[in-house]
């Protein structure tokens, strides 16, 4: 249905985000405005369905609200078929765009037209029957969706009560019948999250039936979990014909792990369906295809030329490594001692360094997906030298230093091995006996198998200060203050 959303002075936002897959999740820092996103595509269909949308000098950029606020939304050709129309070009395209400013009597008034600028019939297109459903969870609540209301019972009407009690139980089989191909897949839906949850009905009133979560077949309770609740929620709004926009703020909310990644799972699975999140849980973003993911700046993942390095990410990109999206200062390293022995120095010192392990020699995916999204970042490797009778540094270090001196990203070198370097630089005195010379070059030092595990740990014990090493210098210098 959407396939692209564009902001022009609306709150912080400004640029075009791209929606080109059924699940579509949004990263980045807090305050960044993922949120604004979901508020600003909900801004611009209530200007279709004339449903409220409170407007405030708060929502325009910088709040100088002289200036006018532009959403544009590009739909699938045919997606509402009173907003298509043929382009300059003789190209079928469809969507809208929705401009609110400020009138002379301070009011903000909202103003529709298709993307060309062709003006839009309200009254033809708000009888449109191909309007979606749009919901914004989690400001839906589940409590929500149960509501007793100020209304006066039919039974004010109804002769007697077996009559009215007749008339209601007919009327509720009658709504379940309609309804039992939706309620067996919801059932069917939650079984697999090992939950027996089912839909049923309040007592019918004309024109007002509501549906309401039970736990199994116990009474119409609100003790069902904060998590389970949230995917009901969400679970229940794709229930409907109609063609379904519903957006997340943080869909990790209330959520465990493991009911996180079968949602996920799931929601790839649901039809009439565009579901546009954010997120903050690497959990979330290890669920996820490459191309599901969009950075707060509007780039989508998939813009990483090399495909090859795309693959590497979808299968080796871990809730460890993936912390790299959510991170300001990265630092890559190739092996767990390094990863173990540097976060050890920034926990204790509080520097707003984030360490990621690449595992072996697999440094370009990483590179590629930090210099994306425009990451501060730092790589440190070992030059390998002693693996050569010449003492060279390695053909793999080499190409990681052309890459690196190409994408002018910071290489600390590591003089052969991690061990090697802290013993040149004095940091190993207190570990000899886990270290042994080299067979070839005994001037050099390496650690002993099986310890490098160990010789970290001792490190550790014994509170080295490694403030002085070369490569926190580097890092530190690099950084700078941060």
Known sequence: MIKSVEFKNFRNLRGIYNFDNILNVIIGKNNSGKT??????????STITNDYFKISSSDFKDSIDSNVIEIKIELNYDAIPSLDFIDSDNKKRCGFTVKIKKTQSGRYVKDITLLNGSPVALDILREDPKIPNLYLIPLIRMEDI????????ISTFIESEEKYKKLKDESKEAIKKEL????????????KFNENLDIELTDPKFLNERVYIV???????FNIGAGYKSIANIMLNTLDEKFNIILIDEIENHLHPALIRTLIR????VSNTIIISTTHSPVVINELKMEEIIDISGKSINLIEDKKCIKK????????RNELMLADNIILVEGYTEEVLLKYYLNNYNYNWTIINVAGVMFEPYIQLALLLNKNLIVISDNDKLLSDEQEVSARFTRLKELCKQKKIKLIEIENTLETDLYINNFLENCRDLL???????????????KKVEIVEKMIDENIDLSDWHVIREIKDEFKSN
């Open 313 to 320: 990410l979808n299968t080796f990109l871990h809730p460890g």
């Open 436 to 450: 042994k010379q080299h067979e070839k070059y005994p001037e050099y030092y390496v650690a002993k198998p099986k």
């Open 146 to 153: 149960y509501t007793a209301g100020l209304t006066t019972g």
């Open 180 to 191: 039992k191909t939706k309620t067996d897949r919801f059932k069917k839906l939650c079984s």
């Open 215 to 221: 736990d199994g077949k116990a009474e119409h309770n």
């Open 36 to 45: 604004n996103i979901l508020d600003g595509i909900k801004l611009a269909f």
């Open 266 to 269: 799931e929601v790839r699975n």
